[in-house]
């Protein structure tokens, strides 16, 4: 799956879920910054992390790992400093935060294994 479709996909989950969400979450608004702001963190992720695997597809061995793992640590060093930021400095309420982003992180990577697993299982010349 392409890059754009597969960001089509997940900002449409994405802004689908946080409508529902809205319909039943309280009206208070540390809480539903620190319910967008995981959300944004996770979507992100996943674009960057879809984004590596094409971007190394058609490449060596070599540069798809190096693209996969390095892409890794950068991301969880820079979710890390996101989250960090978002308590300490935004001061939006950790469970909240860090509630919906592992819900969404988890969401995503169930849709990005299933569109690798796909796409992995089509024969080379259809790609």
Same mark, same amino acid.
Do not use: C, K
């Given at each position: 799956?392409?890059?754009?479709?597969?960001?089509?996909?997940?900002? @449409?989950?994405? !802004?689908?879920?946080?409508?529902? %969400? =809205?319909?039943? $979450?309280?009206?208070? #608004? *540390?809480?539903? &910054?620190?319910?967008?702001?995981?959300?944004?963190?996770?979507?992100?992720?996943?674009?960057?992390?879809?984004?590596?695997?094409?971007?190394?597809?058609?490449?060596?061995?070599?540069? @798809?790992?190096? !693209?996969?793992?390095?892409?890794? %640590? =950068?991301?969880? $060093?820079?979710?890390? #400093? *996101?989250?960090? &930021?978002?308590?300490?400095?935004?001061?939006?309420?950790?469970?909240?935060?860090?509630?919906?982003?592992?819900?969404?992180?988890?969401?995503?990577?169930?849709?990005?294994?299933?569109?690798?697993?796909?796409?992995?299982?089509?024969?080379?010349?259809?790609?």
């Amino acid at each position: 799956m392409s890059l754009s479709r597969y960001a089509i996909l997940v900002l @449409f989950t994405a !802004a689908a879920t946080l409508a529902a %969400i =809205g319909l039943v $979450a309280p009206a208070d #608004g *540390a809480l539903r &910054a620190a319910i967008l702001f995981g959300a944004l963190l996770a979507t992100v992720n996943t674009l960057v992390s879809h984004g590596l695997v094409a971007w190394s597809e058609r490449r060596s061995t070599h540069a @798809f790992f190096g !693209a996969v793992l390095g892409g890794m %640590i =950068g991301r969880m $060093a820079l979710m890390l #400093g *996101a989250v960090v &930021a978002g308590v300490l400095l935004l001061g939006l309420p950790r469970l909240p935060l860090v509630t919906s982003l592992l819900s969404y992180f988890s969401l995503f990577l169930v849709m990005e294994l299933a569109v690798q697993h796909r796409h992995a299982r089509r024969p080379a010349e259809t790609r």
